[in-house]
């Protein structure tokens, strides 16, 4: 898309998402205010009377107990606000715990207590949700759906953990179906070694090269390991694939919606467009972009050159008034030049992608981490303007 | 050498010998504050120093040839520079290494097996994919020239975030809980002797002066600790070079935005008052970040026992791989090296800013 409808995305607000929407996921890259951005959206929806609950994983210390949310578990609790709220706007806010929701998973889903036990023990199991890339994040949808259908808040806002890529959470409910399939480690499943006959034997016997190096390199106690993993889940493959197509079934809905969020910096905003392309891709819907921490544009009077001989000469002037005024002038020219950098890389970025809405959160005095912080940029998301 | 990059009596870290005296500097830090920043910084000045350089990321990200303006890196070291390599490490490259050193398997064979060999990898063992990756960063600290010495000086890592730092360090160890026999858990008691070898390794936090940059690099430097980890120095990224102090900014507001408005005028810009006022909020907002900046400098430098170097936040109307080399410079001059490109771009005042924290000190 051209220049000028990024321009045009920059007159476009967040109030229509924050207003109508049932979920809004904020996503990007690590480090650049996703969780303050979803708690502003948050509270934003609060003050338009909707009854709100955001989801988080890992908040800021003080952002967390300026919201009260520190020491609070895996429950929604609502956050006191100094703000008198319209008739039904309530801000609830809840830490992810990914461990508990992902046992929750296979309670559900496996036949027996026994069955359940025995998978929840199994050393492969403990470390799946941290190794196997996306876990976490689908986890994290998983709880959005649960929440969705217990039917108690208008919107659910939720943030997703910082991870290598953002868009690892997309493809986790197809990469975990597809582990939990184990089409390669299947093999392991062989009749001879279910019944516990002794691996090497199987392993000798029909395994490709790859799963004999495999097992010379790691040590058979991994594989018995896995095979036990494997058998235990085998009754729950049907569960969990329904489940997943579930969750992306929800996330494909028109009232889902995703935040972009990045800071004005290259790395994150190339993740932010590969982001904006994929979700197109997979028909799920963009809400826009937030640009956190956006320097101030300065106005081109006077230019950059006038602006450089009248440094030159202030700075030559008898009194003290003349050096401070250059001063003044020298920081201007700083800021216009980081301003413009940033600007030109949002719109480098950004060019020839479909955003429908851009608005920039300017850099404030210091974190944000309190209410006061978040009412501001609240304020920025719903209506564009600052302050 | 110039009178103006006299070695200073004290600098916190005292010269190039000091900052790199590892084999290998593990770079980390919270995400966003400019780890590849830092690493590329860092090599820059080593080559500078006359090392033979590696600069290696291990995340795929291809941010150093992207920061370097060269073509796509990937597992073969190449000499980009002069005096300086890169390379992109990979752990599915890393397993077929592997595995045709120990077991003399071609690569060919494994072609039918490949997205099977990094499932595997990278979910059904866990830790094994860290494993590899800093299997492969001691493979290339052991590698010797045909006389005897290392082959690189110094290798720098664009390592993961502070986040998952510890457990990719510390990936040998989990894997010996788990794999209990073979060669892996041989490797990996060599592996974890040089991570814990302040001669050989030393992890380097970037920070940006805000607080939860600064929270993070604190805990970092506790748990790389209880790893046996050695620390090298902090480098503070971003660190606003002050234009203004107090009683200049007094000055400017006594004036207001009409008497600043008045002295552009007078040098024959025009400047509206909308401009003027914003000048006057922005000097405002500069001498708060500025102090509150130093605040977080000096709990920093007080908080995590090792010296902190400065890389000032550059303001010119572009950034680009010149740039780096001006905060090389930058960072020679706070140990009490020559950084001629430094004292040619930046100006006295920012510099003597710079240094004075440092320790260093720029001749009269």
Redesign the interface.
């Known amino acids: 898309m051209s220049r000028a409808s990024l321009d045009e995305a920059r007159t476009h607000t967040f109030a229509d998402a924050i207003t109508d929407a049932h979920i809004l996921v904020a996503t990007g890259?690590?480090?650049?205010g996703k969780t303050t951005t979803a708690a502003a959206i948050g509270l934003a929806a609060a003050r338009a009377g909707r009854r709100t609950l955001v989801l988080t994983i890992d908040p800021?210390?003080?952002l967390a107990q300026s919201m009260g949310l520190e020491g609070l578990g895996d429950e929604p609790a609502l956050v006191e606000l100094d703000d008198e709220l319209p008739e039904g706007g309530e801000l609830w806010a809840m830490m992810l715990d990914m461990q508990t929701t992902f046992d929750r998973l296979i309670d559900r889903h496996a036949g027996s207590a026994e069955e359940a036990r025995s998978i929840k023990s199994n050393?492969?199991y403990r470390?799946?949700s941290?190794?196997?890339?996306g876990t976490q994040e689908y986890m994290a949808m998983e709880r959005l759906h649960e929440l969705h259908e217990a039917g108690e808040w208008d919107l659910l806002v939720i943030d997703t953990p910082?991870t290598?890529s953002a868009l690892d959470f997309l493809d986790a409910p197809n990469r975990m179906t597809s582990?939990l399939e184990g089409?390669?480690?299947k093999l392991l499943l062989k009749p001879g070694m279910v019944a516990g006959r002794g691996i090497g034997k199987v392993v000798g016997a029909g395994a490709?090269?790859?799963m004999r190096?495999?097992g010379?390199?790691?040590?058979?106690?991994?594989l018995q390991d896995?095979a036990t993993f494997f058998r235990d889940f085998e009754g729950m493959y049907e569960g969990f694939k329904q489940r997943a197509q579930e969750v992306l079934e929800l996330l494909r809905d028109p009232g889902s919606r995703f935040v972009v969020v990045t800071?004005p910096?290259?790395?994150?905003l190339r993740e932010a467009k590969f982001f904006l392309e994929r979700l197109e891709q997979e028909g799920l819907h963009a809400a826009g972009v937030v640009v956190n921490r956006i320097r101030?544009e300065?106005?081109q009077?006077?230019?950059?050159a006038?602006?450089q001989?009248?440094v030159d000469?202030?700075e030559r002037a008898d009194d003290?008034?003349?050096?401070?005024?250059a001063?003044?002038?020298?920081?201007?020219?700083?800021?216009r030049?980081?301003a413009?950098?940033q600007r030109r890389d949002v719109t480098a970025a950004l060019y020839s992608t479909n955003v429908d809405t851009l608005v920039e959160v300017p850099l404030l005095?210091?974190?944000i981490?309190d209410l006061d912080g978040l009412g501001v940029i609240a304020t920025t998301l719903m209506t564009g303007r600052n302050g | 050498m110039p009178e103006t990059n006299r070695p200073a009596p004290n600098p916190a870290v005292a010269g190039f010998d000091e900052l790199f005296s590892s084999n290998m500097l593990i770079v980390t830090g919270?995400?966003?504050?400019g780890k590849?920043t830092g690493a590329a910084t860092l090599a820059l000045a080593a080559v500078a120093s006359g090392r033979r350089t590696l600069l290696v990321e291990v995340?795929g990200?291809q941010?150093f040839s992207?920061t370097f303006g060269t073509q796509p890196w990937d597992y073969t070291e190449r000499e980009f520079r002069p005096g300086l390599w890169g390379a992109s490490i990979d752990a599915a490259e890393s397993v077929y290494e592997?595995?045709e050193l120990?077991?003399g398997?071609k690569r060919m064979?494994?072609v039918m097996?490949r997205s099977?060999?990094l499932?595997?990898v990278?979910?059904?063992?866990?830790?094994?994919?860290d494993l590899l990756l800093v299997g492969k960063l001691y493979e290339i600290e052991q590698r010797r020239r045909p006389d005897g010495r290392r082959q690189y000086d110094l290798i720098v890592v664009d390592a993961?975030?502070t986040?998952r730092i510890i457990?990719f360090l510390q990936a040998p160890e989990g894997v010996t809980e788990?794999?209990?026999?073979?060669?892996?858990?041989r490797q990996a008691g060599q592996i974890k002797e040089m991570l814990t070898d302040p001669g050989r390794v030393q992890a380097v936090l970037v920070t940006l002066l805000?607080?939860?940059?600064v929270?993070e690099t604190s805990e970092g430097i506790a748990a790389l600790k209880s790893a046996d980890i050695a620390i090298g120095p902090v480098l503070a990224n971003q660190v606003v070079t002050p234009?203004?102090g107090p009683r200049?900014?007094h000055?400017?507001m006594?004036?207001g935005a009409e008497?600043?408005r008045e002295?552009?005028a007078a040098?024959?810009?025009?400047?509206?008052g909308?401009?003027a006022e914003?000048?006057?909020e922005?000097?405002h907002?500069?001498t708060?970040?500025v102090a509150?900046q130093a605040g977080l400098w000096a709990e920093l430098a007080e908080g995590c026992g090792v010296p902190v170097l400065s890389l000032p936040?550059l303001?010119?109307?572009?950034?680009d791989v010149g740039d780096l080399d001006v905060l090389a410079d930058v960072v020679a001059l706070q140990l009490g090296e020559d950084g001629p490109r430094a004292t040619e771009e930046l100006d006295e005042d920012a510099i003597a800013a710079l240094l004075q924290r440092s320790g260093a000190e720029v001749g009269a």
């Open positions: 890259a690590g480090g650049v800021a210390r003080r050393r492969i470390t799946l941290s190794t196997l890339s910082p290598r582990f089409r390669l480690l490709t090269a790859f190096v495999a010379r390199v790691t040590g058979m106690d991994l896995l800071s910096e290259p790395p994150p101030p300065v106005p009077d006077p230019s950059d006038a602006l001989r009248a000469e202030l003290p008034e003349g050096p401070a005024s001063a003044v002038l020298r920081l201007l020219g700083d800021v030049n980081l413009g950098r005095g210091g974190d981490h | 919270k995400g966003g504050v590849t995340e990200r941010g992207r592997y595995l120990f077991y398997l064979q494994w097996e099977n060999a499932d595997f990278t979910t059904a063992a866990p830790g094994l994919r993961p975030p986040g457990p788990i794999v209990r026999v073979g060669p892996i858990r805000e607080e939860m940059p929270r234009r203004l200049t900014l000055t400017v006594a004036g008497g600043l002295r552009v040098t024959g810009a025009r400047m509206s909308r401009t914003l000048a006057l922005l000097a907002a500069h708060d970040r509150f936040l303001t010119g109307a572009t950034f």
